[in-house]
């Protein structure tokens, strides 16, 4: 099993920054892409950022040039930096992590509140 702990999540005025962290534990043998998505009741869920083991990023529209994500392979551990923010980013942040071991698996941590004031 593996377990995904994520942290960082609060109240931010539009404007302010936020860093989420997420960190995997547990049996990780290819921790092959690790990312966040959000969801907001009443809206679809949203694909906000990913990152692959070696390096490769990919950005929602909504975020990019906004929002940063960065691994730290040696810790099992997902970042996202989230500058400029804005109302609408308001959501619930979950972290996943997609793992290789025999067969592909996927993970989400618990999820963590983003509210930012206008």
């Known amino acids: 099993q593996v377990q995904l702990v994520e942290a960082g999540g609060g109240l931010v005025q539009a404007g302010g920054s936020l860093r989420l962290s997420c960190a995997a534990s547990g049996r990780i043998l290819n921790l092959e892409r690790m990312g966040w998505d959000r969801r907001t009741p009443g809206k679809q869920r949203e694909l906000v950022a990913t990152g692959t083991r070696v390096g490769n990023t990919d950005y929602a529209e909504a975020g990019k040039g906004r929002f940063t994500i960065s691994r730290d392979n040696a810790k099992n551990t997902v970042y996202l930096q989230m500058n400029n923010l804005k109302p609408e980013d308001t959501a619930v942040y979950y972290c996943?992590?997609?793992?290789?071991?025999?067969?592909?698996?996927?993970?989400w941590g618990q999820g963590t509140q983003v509210t930012v004031s206008s």
């Open positions: 996943y992590a997609n793992i290789y071991d025999i067969r592909w698996y996927e993970y």
